[in-house]
């Protein structure tokens, strides 16, 4: 046995994992070359080794909710190549989410194409986690997040809202049928920007392709929904100092994003590479930080197990309509869309990742604030 397979056969033996075992989340292999890519660059090699056929496993969410739950990832770390080490440095020292790069995630992944994403998410376009309390199915669970989000901006018939990060105009869609509300969305996706306009003739709704820290105007509420694991902790303060900026006194703020336990230096390399280039996901501490003297904290509300239910439905809506995209995408394409859901379900099922919806008022305003819980 190479030295490469027996480190990684005693790494998984802690996270109860068998190389060629008989259980869902066991590890089969076709190409012992993939030991050495997981030894010299760890979740990257694990990733492309995948990607390129060299082992298969019957459950990857389950998989990576070991792998997770073990603390794995942090020991493999410890070993850190200098790959992995200059992945690191370069997201502490750069800016890699600066205004010259803000467009790259749009091009390269939600530039993928409106038909391939229409396939996999729900009727109102929710790549974001639902809210899945009394709800039977997606659909029903996005609905229930959006609504809840409305509630919780106290939306009134002919509030000015702003969106960052519009997506393909679910929420803007939603928000001015039941609300009535004045809408505008900024996303730096064109394929996302002309879905929402299309979709939206003829009602009270503004897209605009533009980076959020091009916005101007002032707006009564202003929501962001999956959109802040795109702006990187160098920025943070640049981006809760605009909406200080663009919030009214007494208005209110949701932000909704992707959070995690304890602060990072990085994101994992391989979303990094494939996924979202530039993504980092934030801690509790520095949402709070940088928001600190710009806005205050009204609502904190965490359903990170929700995001699980979530990509399992989206994995479940990708595989029954692969067939349909087969000639468009290679096969390396279906096999990293498959690890990218189900390791990030494994993420939240472990809870090192959690979602929380945060409500700020203006720093200003004395105004009470009333909870929304469905």
């Known amino acids: 046995m190479s030295s490469s397979r027996q480190i990684i056969t005693n790494l998984l033996q802690?996270?109860?994992?068998?190389?060629?075992?008989?259980?869902?989340?066991?590890?089969?292999?076709?190409?012992?070359?993939?030991?050495?890519?997981?030894?010299?660059?760890?979740?990257?090699?694990?990733?492309e080794s995948y990607m390129h056929g060299m082992w298969d496993c019957k459950r990857l969410d389950q998989f990576f909710t070991k792998i997770l739950g073990a603390n794995l990832d942090h020991q493999a770390k410890t070993g850190m190549s200098f790959s992995l080490a200059w992945h690191v440095l370069r997201y502490k020292f750069l800016n890699l989410q600066n205004i010259q790069r803000a467009f790259e995630v749009g091009e390269r992944h939600y530039d993928l194409g409106n038909s391939f994403f229409e396939s996999m998410l729900d009727p109102f376009m929710q790549y974001s986690c639902g809210y899945w309390d009394k709800a039977k199915n997606l659909n029903q669970a996005q609905v229930n997040k959006l609504d809840m989000i409305c509630q919780k901006l106290h939306l009134q018939p002919g509030d000015r809202v702003l969106e960052i990060g519009c997506g393909w105009g679910g929420?803007?869609?939603?928000?001015?049928?039941?609300y009535q509300i004045d809408y505008t969305g900024v996303s730096i996706s064109k394929e996302q920007i002309q879905y929402a306009k299309k979709r939206l003739?003829?009602?009270?709704?503004?897209?605009?392709?533009?980076?959020?820290?091009?916005?101007?105007?002032?707006?009564?509420?202003?929501?962001?929904?999956?959109?802040?694991?795109?702006?990187g902790r160098k920025n943070y303060r640049?981006?809760?100092?605009?909406v200080n900026h663009c919030l009214h006194q007494d208005g209110l703020f949701l932000l909704h994003t992707i959070g995690c336990n304890q602060t990072k230096t990085a994101t994992d390399p391989w979303i990094h590479k494939y996924i979202f280039p530039n993504g980092y996901i934030p801690s509790n501490q520095q949402i709070t930080k940088y928001a600190e003297g710009l806005?205050?904290?009204?609502?904190w509300h965490n359903f990170g197990p929700y995001y699980d239910l979530t990509l399992m439905a989206w994995y479940?809506?990708?595989?029954?309509?692969?067939?349909?995209?087969?000639?468009?995408?290679?096969?390396?394409?279906?096999?990293?869309?498959?690890?990218?859901?189900?390791?990030?379900?494994?993420?939240?099922?472990?809870?090192?990742?959690?979602?929380?919806?945060?409500?700020?008022?203006?720093?200003?305003?004395?105004?009470?604030?009333?909870?929304?819980?469905?």
């Not at 959020?212 to 702006?231: A, C, L, N, P, W």
Request: glycine residues 8%; positive net charge.
């Open 14 to 47: 802690q996270a109860g994992i068998t190389i060629g075992g008989p259980r869902d989340w066991d590890m089969i292999i076709h190409n012992d070359q993939c030991f050495d890519m997981i030894i010299s660059n760890w979740s990257l090699g694990l990733g």
């Open 171 to 178: 929420f803007a869609e939603y928000a001015i049928k039941h």
């Open 201 to 231: 003739k003829g009602l009270k709704a503004s897209f605009k392709l533009q980076d959020y820290r091009k916005v101007t105007g002032r707006f009564d509420k202003i929501v962001s929904i999956g959109m802040f694991e795109h702006v």
């Open 238 to 242: 640049d981006y809760f100092e605009l």
């Open 295 to 299: 806005l205050q904290l009204e609502d």
């Open 316 to 374: 479940q809506n990708f595989s029954q309509h692969w067939k349909q995209f087969q000639k468009q995408y290679p096969e390396s394409f279906f096999r990293m869309w498959k690890y990218y859901l189900l390791c990030c379900a494994g993420y939240f099922r472990s809870r090192k990742g959690q979602l929380w919806q945060i409500v700020y008022r203006h720093i200003n305003s004395q105004k009470p604030y009333q909870s929304y819980r469905p």
